[in-house]
T-cell receptor, first 112, second 114 residues
Framework: QQPVQSPQAVILREGEDAVINCSSSKALYSVHWYRQKHGEAPVFLMILLKGGEQKGHEKISASFNEKKQQSSLYLTASQLSYSGTYFCGTENSGAGSYQLTFGKGTKLSVIP | DTEVTQTPKHLVMGMTNKKSLKCEQHMGHRAMYWYKQKAKKPPELMFVYSYEKLSINESVPSRFSPECPNSSLLNLHLHALQPEDSALYLC?????????????FGSGTRLTVV
């Protein structure tokens, strides 16, 4: 089942902060976050396993609320290089192995 | 080596052609995946290989035929495709089919069916 992401798009000025949300109606094993720039492959940012942990990667961090089946990605002091489409992916057990299903994505544009 | 390598980068094929996409990784990852991505859409899972065996087929039409000859290599054989199959085909790998690890994606093959 596809997770729901919000917002669909956001425009930031350099130095501003943003939050991207991801929710699922299904119990999750983990939540992944990826960034994809135009014409390129998705790049793994971080993974959060169930347990309500929070992780950080430079100025990008994320949280996972297992009870609510929600995750949020926090981008602080945004840089031009943060522009791209952010996908959350939820990992569930499929037939014989786990599978990753992506949300529709959030297009982030950082302008000078 | 921390990459997933996909070839070719671009492919144009007719509806009666047979072609293959290739994906290679040397990270010792035991799970490999094929995803299809249309413009402005998220990647959609097609196939999952776990320890070189096909474990998930997301109801993909038989004109797409995956193959995993060894633990480092994944192929996608294409035959009698339709124009609507034009898309970016992404290969990915992860260390463990039981989840809990990030995926490494290749740069993709941009396929155009004419």
């Amino acid at each position: 089942q596809q997770p729901v992401q919000s917002p669909q798009a956001v425009i930031l000025r350099e130095g501003e902060d943003a939050v991207i949300n991801c929710s699922s109606s299904k119990a999750l094993y983990s939540v992944h976050w990826y960034r994809q720039k135009h014409g390129e492959a998705p790049v793994f940012l971080m993974i959060l396993l169930k347990g309500g942990e929070q992780k950080g990667h430079e100025k990008i961090s994320a949280s996972f609320n297992e009870k609510k089946q929600q995750s949020s990605l926090y981008l602080t002091a945004s840089q031009l290089s943060y522009s791209g489409t952010y996908f959350c992916g939820t990992e569930n057990s499929g037939a014989g192995s786990y599978q990753l299903t992506f949300g529709k994505g959030t297009k982030l544009s950082v302008i000078p | 080596d921390t990459e997933v390598t996909q070839t070719p980068k671009h492919l144009v094929m007719g509806m009666t052609n047979k072609k293959s996409l290739k994906c290679e990784q040397h990270m010792g990852h035991r799970a490999m995946y094929w995803y299809k991505q249309k413009a402005k859409k998220p990647p959609e899972l097609m196939f999952v290989y776990s320890y070189e065996k096909l474990s998930i087929n997301e109801s993909v039409p038989s004109r797409f035929s995956p193959e995993c000859p060894n633990s480092s290599l994944l192929n996608l054989h294409l035959h009698a495709l339709q124009p609507e199959d034009s898309a970016l085909y992404l290969c990915a790998s992860s260390p463990d089919p039981d989840g809990g690890y990030g995926y490494t994606f290749g740069s993709g093959t941009r396929l155009t069916v004419v």
